[in-house]
Structures are given as structure tokens and as C-alpha cells.
């Protein structure tokens, strides 16, 4: 089974608006954390938002917010006001711990298109 | 504050012969960890190096070492190179562990 589940291949969203990013986990650790990245077109990977999977509140870090339903292993990134510098491959990613030994795996990524 | 370089930017190699990549992390930084991205395979988390020591490793085989120095610089080696080794590799920093990371703008190795 995979880790890190990324449904969406590509996704359009239209300037200013909303767009959901769908992130599905699956992990037997009871303490965890998942990640979303960003890649432009450029390369470099650009680091978004963290939650902790103890953390009960959401992460929020401006723009960019983490939907964490626990129970669905769902983490999904919400970003508000697209932007056309928002267009980049999205990657969420998970921390856990297996062997004695962290690990990070990343899910297949999803490329978002903004459109003016 | 200087951001996370890696040298070579590119390199070309041929199969069995070895690379080292070098990454320098954000000053302060103690953690460094190293991934490697391909079209196949996505994004692969290799190993983690925190003062001097591996701390964290993925499932790659022994061909792919590291190590890290005390100045947290840290060098990745990749012996007897393979043309499925083609990728880019992307060193990250952070202060400890993997919250917060900080990438370089990768290595592009390609092997013959």
C-alpha cells in the first residue's frame, strides 16, 4: 500500500480563488508528521506547512492551510487567494519512524495550473 | 543568511564509476538530509546526517554512503553508479530533524 496517497495528477484553479489539494496517509506510528512542498518549474523544493500528528489545531501559514482529519488520514493543503506564482507541482510527504530509524516519504505530487 | 548550496550543479558520469556531491547546509544548521528525485520513482528520502552522525536512513543500497563534517557540510557518495542512479539528488538543512527543511537547487547526475 502507499504511504502517501496523492489522487490528483494536475488540477486548474482560476486566479484569486480557492483550490483544495487531496493528501491521504496511511501509518501505523501514533506520532507523525506530514509535510507539503512545493516545486516551481525551477526545481528548488520550498517548504509550505507542517502538522504534527498530536497537534490539534490546523497548521495555518498564511496563504496556505493544512485540513487534518485524523481519523480519514486525510491532510489536505488549502490554499486560499491563488496566485500565478502558485503554479508548481505540490508534494505532501509524511514523517514516521520505522526500524528505529525516521523516514520521509513523499507522495507522487500534484501539478497546479493557475489561470489568470 | 546564505541558503543551502550543492556542487556540483550538474555532472555527467558513466556506468561504474563513482560521484561525490557536496552540500553545504544554512549556517547553523545541523541536520542535513539527502533525497533523490526521478521521473519513475518521485521524490526518495536517503538519509539524514546530524553532527558528524547518520542519524536516519531510507531503504537504498550500501552504494549510496554520506557523511557530514564538523563545519555540518555534508558529502554523498555513489559508488560503482548505475544509469537507473540518473536523477536529481537534493540536500535539505534544518535546524534538527525533518520540520522545516531548507533545500538546495539539487545536483542533476546523469550516468551513461
Known amino acids: 500500500a502507499q504511504k502517501i496517497t496523492q489522487t490528483q495528477p494536475g488540477m486548474f484553479v482560476q486566479e484569486k480563488e480557492a483550490v483544495t489539494l487531496d493528501c491521504t496517509y496511511d501509518?501505523?506510528?501514533?506520532?507523525?508528521?506530514l509535510f507539503w512542498y512545493k516545486q516551481p518549474s525551477s526545481g528548488e523544493m520550498i517548504f509550505l506547512i507542517y502538522?504534527?500528528?498530536?497537534?490539534?489545531q490546523n497548521a495555518t501559514e498564511g496563504r496556505y492551510s493544512l485540513n487534518f482529519q485524523k481519523a480519514r488520514k486525510s491532510a489536505n493543503l488549502v490554499i486560499s487567494a491563488s496566485q500565478l506564482g502558485d503554479s508548481a507541482m505540490y508534494f505532501c510527504?509524511?514523517?514516521?519512524?520505522?526500524?528505529?530509524?525516521?523516514?520521509?516519504?513523499f507522495g507522487t505530487g500534484t501539478k497546479l495550473q493557475v489561470i489568470p | 543568511k546564505a541558503g543551502v548550496t550543492q556542487t556540483p550543479r550538474y555532472l555527467i558520469k558513466t556506468r561504474g564509476q563513482q560521484v561525490t556531491l557536496s552540500c553545504s547546509p544554512i549556517s547553523g544548521h545541523r541536520s542535513v538530509s539527502w533525497y533523490q528525485q526521478t521521473p519513475g520513482q518521485g521524490l526518495q528520502f536517503l538519509f539524514e546526517y546530524f553532527s558528524e552522525t547518520q542519524r536516519n536512513k531510507g531503504n537504498f543500497p550500501g552504494r549510496f554512503s554520506g557523511r557530514q563534517f564538523s563545519n555540518s557540510r555534508s558529502e554523498m557518495n555513489v559508488s560503482t553508479l548505475e544509469l537507473g542512479d540518473s536523477a536529481l539528488y537534493l540536500c535539505?538543512?534544518?535546524?534538527?530533524?525533518?520540520?522545516?527543511?531548507?533545500f538546495g537547487p539539487g545536483t542533476r547526475l546523469t550516468v551513461l
Open positions: 510527504a509524511m514523517r514516521e519512524e520505522s526500524g528505529g530509524y525516521q523516514k520521509v516519504t
Open positions: 535539505a538543512s534544518s535546524l534538527g530533524g525533518f520540520n522545516e527543511q531548507f
Open positions: 502538522q504534527g500528528s498530536y497537534d490539534e
Open positions: 501509518t501505523s506510528d501514533q506520532s507523525y508528521g
